[in-house]
């Protein structure tokens, strides 16, 4: 087992993996900008040292700070946590390099699972479903040709990257050359790569995740699905699970599928691999995410497995000691992301609490949020034996949360717990955005 790892994050997530490191006796490095000298993670950390100034380019995103920290401290590994260098398979190389442990998937595992075009391919070759659609295009003319033959409306998708960027919808032929262009240079000026390609565009469907474990052993077991559908601009707002929808028999197809997609990659440690499901129980394979998950939690819950232990366990060589059989999901959890609206002084703080609620956050008591990293500022998580009593239990606990000195989103998450629509299971990916223009009609 490692003695001592550097978490390169911050936030909620920096503090999840210190508890853990904490819990298994492994002594943690946090590293920080200037932003964060006074945030929770780097006082909970047994170690602690700045990499640079407020933004992350110059900080959370400064590889050779972060490897020059690890080396300076003597860690052996280096968990990055979500977002920031989480999927880049550079950083993870030079972790490599440098005998360091990068606490994911190896880098080129990276490289290639990064690569929607790459990964689409590879799962067309092993007979997991995709959407419909093209390999990479070279220019408009071939876009709109191919385009033609799909059917509008599509995507335009770029081949790197996440969080919603270098992704256009067109609805009608005439909108194509600007989302092309659009979606190419927004996804060159983010992640280096202005590729992209054309999927068709499924409408009234949901977005789920399957969630597997894989160590370096050739043991795969999925601990089962989460539902993203509840989204903004590309965004997962709210998410639970299991899936309120889900037969037991598309279930149990798709945490095939998704198995079957780690054996073809090669995958170690946690990943997930993420579906579109239609009404009528067919799934298609989007893409995978070689990394920890923002809502992981909620399949601790309904799972009783530690994911984050487990990463540092499988980067450690050690095999999973169960198998799928030992898997039994039980009950329902869910989350919602809670995001600033402004930046500021926490001038009061009251988080809720009773029994299976937790506030997984960096906030404390006059802490200052600032604005130069993402938005979400904890994940307030519920566990009930059953969905009606989950929703219920959110709804107590959102009701109880107090965060005065900034703007959130607590009282649009209330009025999307409280929505006819949500609590009868029956939303998709387009649903979000309707349930929140309807104002307090909908409320019960």
Known sequence: MFSKILIANRGEVAVRIIRACREMGIETVAVYSEADENSLPVALADERICIGSNAATDSYLNQRNIISAALATNAEAIHPGYGFLSENPDFAALCEEKGLIFIGPDSKVLRAMGDKDNSRQLMKSIGVPVVPGTEILHDVEEAKKQAAEIGYPILVKATAGGGGKGIRVVSHADELENAFMAASEEAKNAFGNGDVFLEKYLTSVRHVEMQILADNFGNIVCLGERDCSLQLNKQKVLEETPCPVMTEEVRRKMMDAAVKAAKAAHYVNAGTVEFLLAPDGNFYFIEMNTRLQVEHPITEEISDVDIVKWQ?????????????????????????????????????????????????????????????????????????????????????????????????????????????????????????????????????
């Open 312 to 444: 540092i366990r499988i980067a450690c060589q050690i095999p999973l000691d169960f198998k799928q059989e030992d898997i039994h999901l039980h009950g329902h959890s869910i989350e919602c992301r809670i995001n600033a609206r402004s930046t500021g002084q926490v001038d009061f703080l009251h988080i809720p609490g009773g029994s299976r609620v937790h506030f997984d956050t960096a906030l404390v008591q006059d802490c200052l949020i600032v604005p130069y990293y993402d938005s979400m500022i904890g994940k307030l998580i519920v566990y009930a034996s059953n969905r009606g009593d989950a929703i219920r239990k959110m709804e107590t606990a959102l009701c109880e949360m107090v965060i005065h000195g900034i703007n959130t989103n607590i009282e649009d998450q209330l009025h999307l717990i409280r929505n006819r629509q949500f609590q009868s299971g029956e939303y998709d990916t387009m649903a979000l955005p309707e349930i929140l223009a309807e104002g307090d009609a909908e409320i019960e």
